[in-house]
């Protein structure tokens, strides 16, 4: 009696817009959310993948009057001409939810000086500036519609001084701190700003 519950995901708006869509933790909350009634927006950077998500959530849910739309982004290259991909995409659709799960970590625990300069980048662009930018897409939407719901995917990796994965750490620090700001900024508004902190995850590009 003490659980409050679901909610009605649906009341937030029609779409929800998930980064990293065709694989873990991304794709678990695409197939999630379209059982929710939800129509979706996948992005990931490989089509053929985003095609084959897309084709198996329709099979499974076909009973539900869902639409499944995609976007190519590679944010390890997020540039303005992608960001605008982004930006038409969500101003042209009733987005109710955002799931910012796109990110990377380190290929194996090393010190930071072994890192080469694109990884050091790629992890600031794929953790912290994904998720920023992305919140930043939806943001005036939702509060023009006074309701929305922004779920950021940190880490475990976020709750301690992590020596040899240092940079991750920080990032994924990064989206926790940024989340909880953001909620006491909006939930008075309808905006509802959550931060999800997994541990291990069995993933392609994690390789456990």
């Known amino acids: 009696m003490f659980l409050r519950p679901g909610k009605k995901l649906t009341e937030f708006g029609k779409y929800a817009i998930i980064s990293g869509a065709t694989d873990g933790i991304g794709k678990a909350y695409a197939f999630q959310l379209a059982a929710q009634g939800m129509s979706l927006v996948l992005i990931s950077r490989t089509e053929a993948k985003l095609q084959a998500v897309k084709d198996e959530i329709l099979n499974k849910y ?61 992890l600031i662009e794929m953790n912290i500036n994904s998720t920023t930018w992305m919140t930043r897409f939806v943001m005036d939407q939702m509060m023009a519609n006074k309701r929305g719901a922004v779920v950021n995917i940190s880490s475990g990796s976020a709750m301690y001084t992590l020596p040899l994965l240092a940079q991750y750490s920080a990032a994924k620090s990064y989206i926790e701190r940024f989340t909880r700001a953001l909620h006491a900024e909006y939930s008075s508004k309808g905006i509802k700003v959550q931060c999800q902190i997994p541990f291990y995850v069995a993933t392609k590009r994690a390789k456990m």
């Open 62 to 122: 076909s009973n539900k009057d869902i639409d499944v739309q995609l976007l190519v982004i590679d944010y390890s290259q997020f540039d303005d001409k992608a960001k605008n991909k982004v930006k038409n995409l969500v101003q042209s659709l009733d987005v109710g939810v955002l799931i910012n799960n796109v990110g990377v970590s380190y290929r194996y625990p090393m010190y930071f000086h072994e890192l080469s300069d694109k990884e050091v980048l790629d």
